[in-house]
């Protein structure tokens, strides 16, 4: 079964936008976790517009399940995984300053540094995993970082799915095949929602893991947040 980690950092930018503690971040982890989610994520970046660093911090003795940070691998970022030792880290490529994640690594062109990060990490038992695009030089160029995971950016997949073109599976697919030959698990990520990820599921052979904010919590304000998480695993299963 396909694990569901929950990216919280939409709880965390509906709290800052009033300052205070509403919505308390941390126990909303735990409910999410109650109601049956298998993870949570968050994604710090540096100007802590919605996680701040202390709220990685503080998750660590809240989060029962797999607890996962993402963001790029600056050395705040670094330092700060290293002390908080989540079960895994994700890397992605943001640009400072960019609202969301956008694009996967070259895993080429940045492969020496990848690798240096990567075996820090791994020194340090932290599980770990990268942004790529469905492109099939990029995933055997991850194989070569020593990543224990890729996570497949799905954003173009969201996006010619909603245009009713399931063919923009394909290159997904393939690229999940690859990663299976490799030995390379396989995550996934970025705008999937209640309405694509059955399918993208059924799709993607191997998928141990999808990590889901932005539409969930959305999906939540109309349905019920506990209602939404069962939904999602309803479709992973």
Not at 64 to 91: A, R
Not at 218 to 234: C, D, K, R, T
């Amino acid at each position: 079964m396909t694990k569901l980690s929950v990216n919280i950092n939409k709880i965390a930018t509906l709290r800052n936008s009033r300052g205070g503690n509403v919505p308390n971040l941390l126990q909303v982890a735990k409910d999410i976790q109650k109601f049956g989610a298998e993870g949570i994520t968050v994604h710090p970046r540096p100007d802590e517009r919605h996680i701040r660093y202390q709220d990685a911090r503080d998750l660590v003795s809240v989060v029962h399940t797999e607890y996962n940070i993402e963001g790029n691998p600056q050395h705040n970022f670094i330092d700060l995984v290293l002390e908080c030792k989540p079960t895994q880290v994700t890397l992605v490529p943001d640009a400072i300053g960019a609202l969301t994640s956008n694009a996967g690594w070259d895993t080429i062109k940045h492969q020496a540094y990848l690798k240096e990060v990567i075996a820090e990490f791994k020194r340090n038992n932290i599980r770990t995993s990268i942004f790529v695009d469905p492109v099939l030089a990029m995933v055997e160029g991850a194989k070569e970082t020593g990543t224990d995971r890729i996570e497949l950016y799905t954003e173009e997949f969201a996006h010619q799915y909603g245009l009713g073109n399931k063919k923009g599976i394909e290159s997904y697919t393939a690229a999940a095949v690859l990663a299976n030959e490799l030995g390379l698990g396989i995550n996934a990520g970025h705008d999937l929602s209640l309405d694509n990820i059955k399918f993208f599921k059924e799709n993607i052979p191997g998928l141990l893991e999808v990590s889901i904010g932005h539409a969930l919590i959305s999906e939540s304000l109309y349905l019920g947040l506990e209602n939404v998480v069962n939904m999602y695993l309803q479709r992973l299963k």
